[in-house]
């Protein structure tokens, strides 16, 4: 490696190093593999059309950003790359912006301190915008099947083109978000459905195995709930879970997820929270919804199931919540009690 540049002092290297970072049209990233930390440009956040810093430093803001149907290629591209089964790290697909369009950006990257397992312990890399070389791309291949078919008055043939399918596209966008939202939400409380929670589980799941986070999964049941409905009414019933399902949601973070289980039963998946902190949030949880008037004739509590992920399937991560849960009621409800592993093989 070539030395550019010589400085006297950290500080001044720090400065030039901050200057060029602000200058150049890619925007870079440092991933540290210590503290899950990832630092981005003032470029990075420009390119992409959001406010320079508006974003936690971490692995979650990038790969919320990859268009789904790019996601799987990316991700086993980087595993690779960590793992150093792939030496080199350079691939294309698509980022969210913030106008929620998608643009093509070019990701290169490089290994600068393993682990001594040889797991990469920081990457520096940068994301350069290829939009206009991907447009002047598929304008190439477009023309030249219409050169090859014969057609005649290209440049008209094309202007019409672009109008309709632009009307197509925005109409087609419109019905597809449409048709996402009701097949992944819960329709009376507005949560996440069940589908929606098991893809994202498994989502997590595997998130948690490829940075070495924490991963902690609640589950919860509303006590005595069919008295409710018995003498209050259905009605009153589902207004109880609407406005439970809000109040929790607004009291989570933003790569927090719940969604209803079915009936009464909620879940919540909690990434990068181990089982200490989890059950904070839940007890939290506990006491937000006891402490929720809907009237003078009605309380409601819940109880609380929390586990943390150990290696586990989906199945037995979801039945060791549910355990907790079971245990939770057994011991008196409107409580939160937890089961680990190993918990849960002594209790088998």
Known sequence: MSLTYRHASREDADDTLNQILDLIVEGTWDWDGHTGTVRRSPNWYRMLGYEVGIFREDVFTWENLIHPDD????????????????????IEYRCLRANHDYMWIRDRAKIIERFPDGRAARIIGAHLDIQQEKRLQQELEAKVQLLQRGKIRLEQLIEDKTRELEFKNTE??????E??????????????????????????????????????LAMFDLDFFKEINDIHGHATGDRVLREIAQAVQVNLRGIDLLARWGGEEFTLILPNLALEDAMLVAEKLRGLIAGNSFDSSLSVTASFGVTEFDDDSVDTLLRRADAALYQAKARGRNRVEQQTKSDLAVST
């Not at 799987?72 to 790290?89: C, D, L, R, S």
């Open 71 to 90: 996601y799987a290629a990316v991700m086993q591209h980087i595993e690779g790359f960590i793992k150093g089964e792939n030496p080199t790290y350079c």
């Open 179 to 216: 048709i996402e939202y009701y097949s992944n939400t819960d329709t009376l409380t507005g949560v996440a459905n069940r589908k929606s929670f098991e893809e994202n589980l498994i989502k997590e799941i595997s998130r948690a195995k490829r940075y070495h986070h924490s991963l902690s």
């Open 172 to 177: 087609l966008k419109r019905r597809i978000a």
